[in-house]
């Protein structure tokens, strides 16, 4: 049988590869558009946010200005939804439903890595009014930033209940 020091230190030791073996956490990366222009000479300008694991898109405030063939709309999470991988990879709508306006961004590259990322053409980019009638992104890139770190939600008071157990364990056979 195991000794009350010997049993406290093998507790010690699988806490702390307990700990050693929590979840990496989630980062954030926050993306900018960066000279996004459209075929009807409108624009398209402003910030998203992805996670740096998936590459779906979290939160997003992307405005696009008046051109020969649409005005211009601002879709932000309070009132348009995105839809992650649409129409293939490293790609994201987001739609206003109400106002039946969508915005469809391609990328050549997934968005998890910070680093500039172009944007797909040749119709795989566009933004379109109940997609009649439609207008093609004809150049465009987005240029990430720094990822920021998001502790994963469970994983400190999962550690601190599990702690905290242990420590009513011993006292209690004390």
């Known amino acids: 049988m195991i000794g009350k020091p010997a049993s406290f230190i093998m507790t010690c030791a699988a806490a702390l590869l307990a700990i050693g073996a929590l979840p990496a956490q989630a980062s954030v990366i926050d993306w900018t558009l960066q000279d996004v222009v459209f075929s009807d000479g409108g624009s398209a300008s402003g910030v998203f946010s992805t996670d740096s694991t998936t590459g779906d898109v979290l939160s997003f405030n992307i405005t696009t200005t008046s051109g020969t063939k649409l005005g211009g709309t601002v879709y932000d999470d309070t009132v348009a939804q995105v839809y992650n991988d649409f129409w293939g990879p490293n790609s994201f709508d987001v739609t206003d439903e109400g106002a039946h306006v969508y915005l469809e961004l391609a990328f050549v590259d997934p968005l998890t890595a910070a680093e500039t ?11 379109c009014n109940s997609c009649s009638p439609a207008r093609l992104v004809v150049s465009g890139a987005a240029v990430a930033e720094a990822p920021t770190q998001v502790p994963e939600p469970a994983t400190l008071p999962l550690l601190a209940t599990g702690l905290l157990g242990l420590g009513f364990t011993f006292r209690r056979r004390a």
Do not use: T
């Open 117 to 127: 990322d172009a944007l797909a053409l040749d119709r795989a980019s566009y933004e």
